[in-house]
């Protein structure tokens, strides 16, 4: 019968209920000795009758007597009144993790301070021999003095003896071999299975605790227990970056390396867990102090009458950015973070602390016929006053000066001393020329459109800017990429593949260290079937410009096609945080997912990507290639109608594009539309489309695969 307010326990009075659980009902108390409040943990009614209950119950007693740490709840006596048991403990104010979870992610600063001190807190049990067994946000306890961790009930106590080293240690107390003691949401693999854990086990359930604390989501959920076993088991999480993009990359690795189902592959001990949470807190707080330096550059708005140059608008802010970037005295935000907030309505004072910077460049872009209005200001985020502003009415074949003007006087504005290699990193240009880049802008743009029209324009293009300026190694670098997409998708050309290469080669002997020239390489060196060559220069890419969508993007698609599908979820991830405005990774990365056997987080990346497609197309209606990978995610959303009249929409725009008949022969193929998805591939091959990889391991034409007009259309190519 639960005890009721004024009853005693010994000297322990009853003030009321805090909590139950199945290891006993927890109540606050007066200790009427010292005068001290207390938190009392009874065994409750008809269980100390059971001998393993209460042996755990007395194991919980020596474990946390063992432990004197500020952030474990400390036990202050153990003691049995009238044949009821109890501890008493320290009784802490404040409120349990759970509770604060359910309001979804928390600050990094938070997530970072609750990790190093529970990660201590882990790191003195282990210590001591003592496993918890039962990490989860109830068992932590968020207090005005820190977190503290609750309940060893569940722990496994080891023997520790001085003269032995710690595999010696010997058990000599541990919950009944082969059941499973714990939360499932929060166990190891190896728990969940009934199997002897380690303090591993732990560093498994830390990884949990730190992905729901950083991402608001548990990384393994199931409709019952059974799929939650499953899940935890044999799901890949969802990178908690790609969840919380704002979250540091190194905190995402820490994450990960928790999350190994090997044992062997986690960190092996939670010292080092502890050593490098420490570690991205002091450099992150390090951060902080500086941000004096700091400063995230938006996307320009376009101005224009005609509201047509999105692409200089973006082309001038980048440009700017960059050189910014080569000034070591100042922190500068990453392009993908700081064009998320393209034609934001946040307040920009948010905006800057979101991305924890201390000033912002915000601007304008006015073209009309040959003259150009530029308009910047310098705003201090903590008080939203403007540092500095200008406006550029000039000539547009002043937009280099102009650039090289905003950057000096950004710099001159923050006081950063400049070196002289500085001053001429800062002044350096990709092209001098104003016509060469104005093409090479517009190359990206219909590049990125994937059709084959556009990508034969975009060469064009890139080919106006290499004869105007024949050492502008970025337009060699878009020559390689138009020229391997229609060796790849349009006939399988030789001398296209040969002009990707030797392009992507000459963009190289201009500027050794341009990240994007090695991306075009990888991209042809892969599509020519030299995978380890390929994989070298897009490593290289990503060692030169981490934030580099190219790289990522196309060895993702590299790796695919090799069937290398953890590789290619890994930098499809890392292409959405390159590029968040962009809808095509999300879409293309929630089919590896569905592969891996990873259901939710393929239903939440295909909601993702075509939310972002049905933005892009609101600005781009004309967009075929948004349409018919928006129409493949509905469709295997089961949103069939919508997704089929978006595809049809395609079709009528490039109705012989081989790209977009490949890609709606999947979409009718996961429609279970089987004679229209092998229509749709036929027609795809006979206008140019030769991938055979593709047609032999893409799971979204399975429905198809053994029928014998597909495999006869496998005959007929190479």
Partial sequence: MPLAQGDRLGPYEIQAALGAGGMGE????????LGRIVAVKVLPSGVAADPERRRRFEQEARAASALNH??????????SDSGTDFLVMEYLEGQSLAVSLERGALPLEKVLQVAVEIADALDKAHRQGIVHRDLKPGNVMLTRSGAKL???????LTLLDSRLDWSERTTVSEAVEGTVAGTLYYMSPEQVQGLPVDHRSDIFSMGVLLYEMATGRRPFEGANPAAVIASVMRDSPV??????????LRLGR?????????????????SELLRRLEDLRADIESAARAFDRSIAVLPFSDMSPDRDQDYLCEGIAEEILTA??????????????????????????????RLQVSTLLDGSVRKAGDRLRVTVQLIDVADGFCLWSERYDRDMRDVFAVQDEIAQNVVAALQVTLSSSEKEALQKLATSDLDAYDCYLRGRKFFYRYDKRSVAFARELFGRAIEIDPAYARAHAGVADCCAYLYMYVGRNPADLERATVAARRALEIDPELAEAYASLGTALSFGGSHAE??????????????????????ARSSFVQGQLELAREQYEAASRARPEDYQSPLLIAQIYADLGQPDAAKASRRLGVAIAEEHLKLNPDDSRALYMGANGLVALGETEKGMEWARRAVAMEPEDPMLLYNV?????????????????????????????YLEHDSNLDLIRSDPRFQALLARLP
């Fill in 254 to 270: 820490i994450i990960d390396r928790c999350l190994k189902k090997d044992p062997r592959h986690r960190w092996q001990s939670s």
């Fill in 239 to 248: 990178s908690p970056t790609r969840l919380n993009p704002q979250l540091p």
């Fill in 150 to 156: 609750l309940d060893f009930g569940l722990a496994k």
């Fill in 665 to 693: 022969a999947c979409i009718y193929s996961l429609a279970r539309s089987a004679p229209e998805a092998l229509d749709c591939v036929e027609r795809a091959v006979g206008a140019g489309f030769a991938q055979r990889e």
């Fill in 26 to 33: 927890v109540y606050r108390a007066r200790d009427t000795r």
């Fill in 70 to 79: 500020p952030h474990i709840c400390v036990l202050y006596d153990i003691g």
């Fill in 534 to 555: 390929a994989e070298s220069a897009f490593q290289a890419a990503i060692r030169l410009n981490p934030d580099l969508f190219e790289a990522h993007y196309f060895y």
């Fill in 324 to 353: 910014l970037g080569r000034v070591k005295g100042l922190r500068v935000a990453s392009r993908p973070a700081a064009f998320r907030f393209k034609a934001t309505d946040e307040d920009l004072s948010e905006v800057g602390a």
